[in-house]
Structures are given as structure tokens and as C-alpha cells.
């Protein structure tokens, strides 16, 4: 799977490009990954653990073996197997843990991957979006799992406090664990009333793009990005006119 | 399986809506059909009599022993007050918001739904 130390375009990766290309890497395959990696384990915090271990091995190993052809499939397998060491450990201890083993030692279905994959990002995207969460909560949510920014890069585009956004994610991510919010794409007659929240959380997060402060070019256009993969990811038959304005309105500004 | 208590809050009838035993029997007739379709998922509940009934106490102190304070009435004087309960063992909060929004409560007050704490460690 992978080349001999060498990257994309074919020369030896010197560590600063690596890290250059860890980082992007990360940002375009991190959100697929985690989506895939919560419906194995059922839990976002040993998900996210999983993600981050899996980087940080990553980190070593890309730079003496190059980088992987498949970055995201990689980090898939290799976030799953320091899952499934965890979740061996504590299955001892905890009958949750054990159910989540349980599960990630399956043999994985053939279904079809790429459906997989989109169906993974569309459960995480529509948990995160939950009504039993607070509005704010499910932006700041979708914005630190989906899209993966920090919760630094989150207080500076609503302009609150970190210490805010830290609490309500965390409050959030103990919500759907307590109350056991369900990882699921809603059925088709649930999808009406679940989808506006959806729909909400993508306008808020396309909006905070544009109104980002002036110097914050760089998360202005990723959050409009963002907006507008989320779109994509929903059914194009669910689109909304929100959408069609939106893709407009930041084709105009990109070409300004 | 988790279970979730379903707390049902509403505006207490009246002395004119107890008298009125056409409404009344309707709303009965509706707990009941509850009580049978739901029959799968309940793992208990009750009625409360009214808040008028109700006697508050605390212990002064901060300590098992210290003076007890006994009032009339509820802990706090709401509008909305506590009539009743059930218990759900249901998969997930999806599930009981669904058996939770077909009690009757829920459109004549409204129900909080909140997870039972596991203490087997299960969660």
C-alpha cells in the first residue's frame, strides 16, 4: 500500500512537507474517518482517541515509509485496531465496552464501501444535529466532529469564549452518550422534521464562513466549503432553495 | 436496555373540569389506550394525586438527623405540575421520545423524557 518514501509527486518528503501533508491529509480524510470509526465503536470519545493515536503512528511512519496511496484507509484500519486494544482492555470491566468489542470484531460486511462511507458521514451528521440538542450546541458539534476544527477555530468564528465552546461540546458528546441518542440516518417519514435542524446547522456554518472576521480568510472559505459539503452529502433530491442561493452567493464572492 | 423516565407535567384540573366527566372519561380513556399499546416498553409508573396533597420536608443541617421542616404543598409553586410518571425501556431516545409523545400528557402539558442512571455499569 505504500511507496517507498516518496510522496505524491514522486520526490523524498522532507519533514516539513510531510507535516504539511499530514495536516491537509488530515483535514480532507479526518472527517470520513472518524464518521466510519463512531459507527464501529458506537462512542465519539474513543473514536476520536482512536483517530488521534492513529495520527500520531502516522506521523512515523509516513515519513520513513511515504505516504500511503489510500491515507484515509490506513487511518481507518489503524484507528480501528487501537480501538479494538482499548475496548479489549476495559470489555473486562464495562458491558458496554464489551457490546462495542463485540462489534468491532465482526467480520466487516462486502457491502458496498463507498455507500458505507457516505451513509457513515450522513449518521454522524444527522446525530450531531439531534433536536434533543440545543441549537448551539449542534453547530458547535458538527463543526468540531464533522469538519474538525478546533475549539479555538470554533469561539473565534461565534466570537464566545473557548472555555464556552469546550463546555458545550462537551456537555453535547455526554448527552448523546447518557441519553443514548442513537447513531442513525432518520427513516423516511422522521426525515421532515429532522432534516430542518440539518439544515440549520449547514446554513449557520456556510453563514459563519462569510462573516468570519476579515483576517480569518482561511476558515472563512473552509466554513463555506464545509456548508456546502454537507449539502452535498444529503440526498441531492432533499436540496433546499437555502442551498442553491448559498452555492451562488460563494460562486460570486470566489470569483470577486 | 435503557430505561427513561417519562415525567409528565401539566395544568392541574380544576374543581369545573373535574365536574365536567365527559372531558374527564376522555382523558382517561386515553391514558388507557396508552397503557395497552405501550404495554411492551412500560416498566412502571404511577398517577400522582394532586399538588394539594402534596407535603414538602427538608432536613436542616446538611446532615441525616438535623430538624425537619415540614410545608404544604410541592417544592416549588409552578404553573405546570408534575402529575405523573412512567418508566420506558426502550433501545434508544428516539424510540422513547416516540412512546413518549403518545402520552396523553404530551399534548395536554407536556413530558420530560431523562435517562435512568444504570448503576450495573452498563452505561
Redesign the interface.
Request: hydrophobic share 30%.
Given at each position: 500500500m505504500a511507496r517507498q518514501g516518496r510522496g505524491a509527486s514522486g520526490h523524498r518528503l522532507q519533514r516539513g512537507e510531510l507535516i504539511d501533508s499530514l495536516d491537509e491529509i488530515i483535514r480532507i480524510e479526518g472527517g470520513q474517518v472518524l464518521a466510519t470509526l463512531i459507527r464501529l465503536t458506537g462512542d465519539m470519545d474513543i473514536a476520536e482517541d482512536a483517530l488521534h493515536d492513529a495520527v500520531v503512528v502516522a506521523a512515523d511512519v509516513w515519513r520513513r515509509d511515504g505516504t500511503p496511496d489510500k491515507p484515509g484507509a490506513w487511518l481507518t484500519t489503524v484507528a480501528r485496531n487501537k480501538a479494538l486494544d482499548r475496548l479489549r482492555r476495559e470489555a473486562k470491566?464495562?458491558?458496554?465496552e464489551a457490546e462495542a468489542f463485540r462489534l468491532l470484531t465482526e467480520p466487516a460486511d462486502s457491502g458496498d464501501a463507498s455507500g458505507d462511507n457516505r451513509d457513515d458521514r450522513l449518521r454522524l451528521l444527522f446525530t450531531c444535529c439531534?433536536p434533543?440538542l440545543s441549537p448551539e450546541s449542534q453547530v458547535a458539534l458538527s463543526l468540531r466532529v464533522i469538519c474538525g476544527l478546533t475549539t479555538i477555530d470554533i469561539a473565534r468564528v461565534f466570537l464566545v469564549p473557548e472555555a464556552t465552546i469546550g463546555q458545550r461540546i462537551s456537555r453535547a458528546k455526554a448527552k448523546i452518550?447518557?441519553?443514548?441518542?442513537?447513531y442513525?440516518v432518520p427513516e423516511p417519514h422522521e426525515l421532515p422534521d429532522r432534516l430542518r435542524p440539518v439544515l440549520a446547522t449547514v446554513y449557520a456554518v456556510f453563514t459563519a464562513g462569510h462573516h468570519a472576521p476579515v483576517g480569518e480568510l482561511d476558515a472563512r472559505v473552509d466554513l463555506a466549503d464545509e456548508g456546502i459539503r454537507f449539502m452535498r452529502a444529503l440526498d441531492p433530491g432533499l436540496r433546499s432553495g437555502r442551498y442553491a442561493r448559498a452555492t451562488r452567493y460563494r460562486s460570486c464572492r470566489i470569483a470577486a | 436496555m435503557?430505561r427513561y423516565a417519562a415525567l409528565i407535567y401539566g395544568t392541574e384540573p380544576t374543581p369545573e373540569d373535574m365536574s365536567d366527566s365527559g372531558k374527564w372519561d376522555k382523558i382517561m380513556q386515553e391514558y388507557f389506550n396508552f397503557g395497552e399499546a405501550a404495554a411492551g416498553v412500560i416498566g412502571g409508573g404511577e398517577a400522582l394525586q394532586p399538588v394539594s396533597t402534596a407535603t414538602t420536608i427538608q432536613v436542616m443541617g446538611g446532615a441525616k438527623g438535623g430538624d425537619v421542616v415540614t410545608t404544604d404543598g410541592p417544592f416549588a409553586e409552578t404553573k405546570e405540575t408534575l402529575g405523573g410518571f412512567y418508566l420506558l425501556d426502550c433501545?434508544?431516545?428516539?424510540e422513547a421520545?416516540s412512546w413518549a409523545a403518545q402520552i396523553p400528557g404530551a399534548w395536554h402539558g407536556k413530558v420530560e423524557v431523562?435517562?435512568v442512571i444504570d448503576f450495573?455499569?452498563?452505561?
Open positions: 470491566r464495562h458491558p458496554k439531534h434533543a452518550a447518557k441519553a443514548h441518542i442513537p442513525r | 435503557p433501545k434508544d431516545l428516539d421520545i431523562r435517562p450495573s455499569g452498563a452505561s
